[in-house]
């Protein structure tokens, strides 16, 4: 392959700017719909993986035939083990199927109200599922634990960022910069998982 583009299958614009962070200089990265396609992703999987291959197999039938083209999606979500790994592959529609990120934390901090600070862990998981021009299909999965914590803390990233206190820092995904996040985070731990298979696949 001489140039490598890769369609994400996502419309959430912080994972595509945390894709492109790590696969930006090499490769090609553009949304799904910065190349023209609106698909109606039914994610009804079991798991994260279920849910990830669902995702690139939508699209792939949508884009035309191109022997340069790497189809990736991510399905990710917070697993809080006092909510027995809730809400899991409904983290992006914890509080229902139109909820706001502010929805989804104000939830989820009403849901861990009683619970002390020691018994709030928690792990942030990520799949990444990749179909390659040949047809072959390829998962990873990549996890960080944590903690949930007792209010939102810092300013930056989405979602659950501002509640989710990683172990090794002791800070929120939201107190970290972009590049201090993309060394630490599940996602990045899985993409880099999948830039690692791509180098292998094609030797570069």
């Known amino acids: 392959m001489d140039n490598f583009k890769i369609i994400v ?23 799904m719909k910065e190349v023209g396609i609106d698909a109606d992703i039914i994610e009804d999987g079991k798991t994260f993986e279920d849910n990830a291959l669902i995702k690139v197999r939508t699209i792939r039938p949508l884009i035309p035939d191109d022997a340069h083209t790497i189809i990736l999606s991510d399905d990710s979500g917070l697993c809080v083990d006092a909510l027995k790994g809730g809400p899991g592959i409904f983290s992006a529609r914890y509080a229902g199927e139109e909820a706001t990120f502010e929805d989804n934390n104000n939830k989820l901090l009403k849901a861990m109200k009683d619970i002390p600070l020691p018994q709030r862990t928690a792990q942030f998981v990520s799949c990444i599922a990749l ?11 990549g996890t960080v634990r944590g903690r949930i914590a007792l209010k939102e803390i810092g300013n930056n990233g989405f979602g659950y960022d501002p509640l989710f206190i990683e172990d090794k820092t002791g800070l929120t995904y939201a107190q970290l910069n972009i590049n201090e996040k993309d060394n630490i985070s599940h996602r990045a731990i899985a993409l880099k998982k999948a830039y690692r298979k791509i180098k292998t696949k094609y030797n570069i």
Do not use: H, Q, S
């Open 131 to 141: 179909i390659f021009p040949d047809g072959e299909e390829w998962t990873c999965r």
């Open 9 to 31: 299958a996502t419309g959430n614009k912080g994972k595509a700017n945390e894709i492109n962070d790590l696969f930006g200089e090499k490769f090609n990265v553009m949304t």
